[in-house]
């Protein structure tokens, strides 16, 4: 199997699922990027990324390949490996997103000796959309998968299943203290508005975790997607199965009847960098023009039947 790819949101399990890897491929597999400063930070990632004259990402990489490494866990953004590890060896996990917040700064308190108002915390820049800011930019919807803190098990299990691999659940670094009994309701509040954007990033990201769950329950490949619409003028999105070069058959549905089939074969350079299947082929695009009076617009992929797209006029 192809190395793994963890980006770990601070506070979402990864300690945890960091701590499955090193069972299941033992420690001398593992490597961790957690910055220059920290001691968690592994012997190869230091120095490569870290030495007082290297920055050698590329470098890195062929060593960590030579060295037949299997796992590779950090807090970096998506954009740091992720061209070189290829979007369907990469997973990361999520979490509610005021919660979470809470939970890093209670645990820099804790480990750390923080020694900052949770106010200033809060409300600092670095500490903001944090989920959104560390895999929003890329085309996270093609990485292997998002899964949610929340739904922890299932996930485990989705990904083992998936790798072909045995991940025990280990529950790693967590606090004793509920997090929502230290936090007024007003507090929450006013985080939630300091972290608009992770709230829907999230709620995305959730939504569709429960759709992978859903293929996963029916025993269906997954079509993983994305799609842009705008009313009226045309739908742009793109689709593959993971681990194959088939060409995902896609129908456009308007009122329930099928207008329109075309396959994702476009070029899209930004999954291209991300080594997705048929070297980032994988578009597809369907003009609207015709039908400015549909009450209901569907895009599925006709291998599966798996919905991609649904819009209902309001």
């Not at 997090?179 to 709620?203: C, H, M, P, Y």
């Amino acid at each position: 199997m192809e190395p793994i790819l963890f980006i770990h949101i601070p506070k979402t399990a990864g300690t945890s699922l960091q701590e499955s890897a090193v069972d299941a491929f033992g420690i001398q597999s593992v490597e961790k990027d957690y910055g220059p400063d920290k001691n968690y930070s592994t012997a190869l990632v230091k120095e490569h990324l870290y030495g007082s004259d290297t920055n050698d990402i590329y470098g890195f990489k062929s060593a960590f390949l030579t060295q037949r490494k299997k796992w590779l866990g950090g807090h970096f953004h998506a954009d740091k490996f992720t061209h070189l590890f290829g979007a369907q060896n990469t997973v990361s996990f999520v979490r509610r997103p005021v919660d979470r917040v809470i939970s890093e700064y209670r645990y820099l308190q804790r480990t750390h000796g923080l020694d900052r108002s949770f106010e200033d915390f809060y409300r600092s820049p670095a500490e903001t959309n944090k989920h959104f800011r560390m895999l929003g930019p890329t085309p996270w919807r093609a990485l292997h998968l998002v899964g949610s803190l929340e739904r922890y098990s299932e996930c485990l299990k989705l990904l083992s299943s998936s790798f072909k691999l045995n991940l025990p659940e280990y529950k790693k670094n967590t606090n004793p203290i509920p997090q929502g009994n230290t936090v007024s309701a007003d507090v929450r509040a006013e985080i939630a508005k300091w972290n608009e954007r992770d709230i829907l990033f999230v709620q995305e990201a959730r939504d569709y975790l429960e759709k992978r769950i859903q293929n996963d329950k029916k025993g269906k490949p997954f079509c993983y997607h994305d799609s842009g619409f705008s009313l009226d003028e045309h739908i742009i999105g793109w689709a593959f199965y993971s681990g194959s070069n088939e060409v995902v058959r896609i129908g456009l549905y308007v009122n329930g009847q099928l207008k329109n089939e075309i396959g994702a074969l476009e070029h899209r350079p930004d999954l291209q960098i991300l080594q997705t299947p048929r070297g980032g082929h994988n578009g597809y695009r369907f003009v609207l023009s015709g039908y400015t009076h549909a009450s209901h617009i569907e895009v599925r992929a006709l291998n599966t039947e798996q919905t991609l797209f649904s819009w209902t006029r309001p």
